[in-house]
Every structure is written in structure tokens, then in C-alpha cells.
């Protein structure tokens, strides 16, 4: 299995993640749009046998509570069981290349994803500050003061609830 790019890697991790069967406080149409990419997913970017989806949702549920600090990063020490890098070398110099078994790729890639964020942009993959949202976001600004998956969506209703909330303790 060959590794691919990193950003892909990121775009499917956090698909994964977003995944979930709860995403309260999200229009419908963006939960379908969530939806309709995993599906994308399923189809093209895997193999999307029964097998490979079940190893996908057993590392979302874990990814997921290691994002929102509810479980420690070693609980993902079981998704990696077995995986190795291989080197192969040809004119063009060496090539590491994923070893591990074709069900669970896709699952791998998004732990190796998760540990690329990790280490290169520490605390950016975070969950959703609106309590209802059960959506994720990485926050690629310069001040990394982000707190909503969406300003449309989740910052806008924050906003509105704290304006309420103020004009009703101010009368
Ligand atoms: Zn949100």
C-alpha cells in the first residue's frame, strides 16, 4: 500500500471524524453534505468493503475521544497493531511505503493523520466549542483563536445566544 499525500490524509480525517451519527445543532443539509463525502469516501478513496468500514468507525470513535481529550492518544495503540513502514529503492531513491493489512488502511492513514496534525500544528484539530455540535475543525488562522466548525453555523448561534443572554440580564 503506497502513502499518499498528507493533505488528503487531513481532508480524511477529518471527514472521519465529522462522521458521526450525532451532529445536533447542524442543519440538515450540512449533516447530508457529511453524509454524501463519507459516501464519496467510501467509494473511491478505499475499498469500502465491510470489513475496512468497520475498522474506519471502530478509529473514528476512538480518534474522536482522544480530539475531545476523553481518552488518552496510547488507547490508539491498538489500531496501529501490526503496522510497519517498508523502504524499496529504485533509481529515484528510497520509498517507505505503508505496511498493512488492505481492511485496515484507511483507518491507519487517519491515526497517522491525526499524529501528522499532532506534531506539526499541536492543538489545531479540536472539537467544536457550541456544547450541541458534535462537528471538529482545524483551525489553519494565524492566531488560532477559531472555536467553531462553522461561523455560518455554529459561531453565528453562539453569538446570538450570548447577545440574548446579555440583553436579558442588562433590562
Ligand atoms: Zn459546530
New binding site residues.
Given amino acids: 500500500m503506497e502513502l499518499t499525500d498528507a493533505a488528503a490524509d487531513e481532508v480524511f480525517l477529518v471527514d472521519l471524524l465529522i462522521g458521526s451519527r450525532i451532529v445536533c445543532?447542524?442543519r440538515q443539509d450540512e449533516r447530508e453534505a457529511a453524509r454524501s463525502r463519507l459516501r464519496g469516501l467510501r467509494s473511491g478513496y478505499h475499498s469500502g468493503s465491510t470489513g475496512e468500514w468497520q475498522a474506519v468507525r471502530a478509529a473514528r470513535e476512538t480518534l474522536q475521544a482522544v480530539v475531545r481529550g476523553q481518552k488518552r492518544p496510547s488507547s490508539l495503540a491498538l489500531l496501529l497493531d501490526g503496522v510497519s513502514y517498508r523502504p524499496s529503492v529504485s533509481d529515484a531513491g528510497v520509498q517507505w511505503r505503508l505496511d498493512a493489512q488492505t481492511v485496515r488502511a484507511a483507518s491507519v492513514r487517519a491515526v497517522l493523520a491525526w499524529d501528522v496534525l499532532r506534531r506539526t500544528r499541536p492543538g489545531r484539530l479540536r472539537p467544536?466549542q457550541?456544547p450541541e455540535?458534535a462537528?471538529f475543525l482545524i483551525d489553519h488562522s494565524k492566531p488560532n483563536k477559531a472555536r467553531?466548525?462553522?461561523m455560518a453555523?455554529?459561531g453565528n448561534r453562539m453569538k446570538a445566544r450570548r447577545h440574548y443572554e446579555r440583553t436579558r440580564t442588562n433590562s
Fill in positions: 445543532g447542524v467544536c457550541n455540535c462537528l467553531w466548525c462553522s453555523m455554529c
